[in-house]
């Protein structure tokens, strides 16, 4: 089953310095954390501040283009999550045909802010993501063990995580 969820907001991993941003459901009682790139977290943090650029930055083009051919998104769909990487899938209708693209989470959720498009995240990945084996890569005598990371980042209040700025 799929569970609508919205972008709560982007934050640093505290370990490894890299940007995570939060989904969290509807009713919020459920939220997940998704590793991105610092070039998706900026497409995304821009989006979120509404901040504009005078040249189209890329998933900006990439929306112009759908609008221009007359191609809508109509949602965005988190489907799994394998050896610590999670699938998703864009969901185009143009002229009654449907059309369905493998695409990042991190773009297809930058892509669907743009356009409004809703963001699904089916349910096996949301109780799959409280068992990702988090790999971290720290001095020798600073390690910090899977567990002790897993337990910190569910353990973290959703109100400390703050927004990612660039």
């Not at 297809?108 to 068992?131: D, H, N, T, Y």
Request: no cysteine; glycine share 4%.
């Amino acid at each position: 089953m799929f569970i609508e969820m919205k972008v709560s907001g982007l934050t640093i991993d505290p370990i490894t310095g890299t940007p995570i941003v939060i989904l969290k459901d509807v009713p919020e009682k459920k939220a997940i954390p998704i590793w991105i790139g610092l070039f998706e977290a900026s497409a995304i943090a821009t989006e979120l501040e509404k901040v504009k650029f005078s040249r189209p930055m890329t998933h900006d083009l990439l929306k112009d283009i759908l609008g221009t051919l007359q191609v809508t998104l109509v949602r965005v769909e988190i489907q799994d999550l394998r050896n610590n990487t999670f699938f998703a899938s864009i969901f185009l209708e143009r002229d009654g045909q449907d059309y369905v693209v493998d695409a990042r989470p991190s773009d297809a959720i930058a892509l669907a802010l743009r356009v409004g498009s809703p963001i699904f995240v089916e349910e096996k990945v949301i109780e799959k993501s409280r068992s990702v084996d988090f790999e971290v890569n720290l001095m020798e005598k600073d390690k910090l063990t899977d567990d002790k990371l897993k337990e910190f980042l569910e353990n973290l209040p959703i109100e400390n995580f703050g927004k990612y700025k660039m």
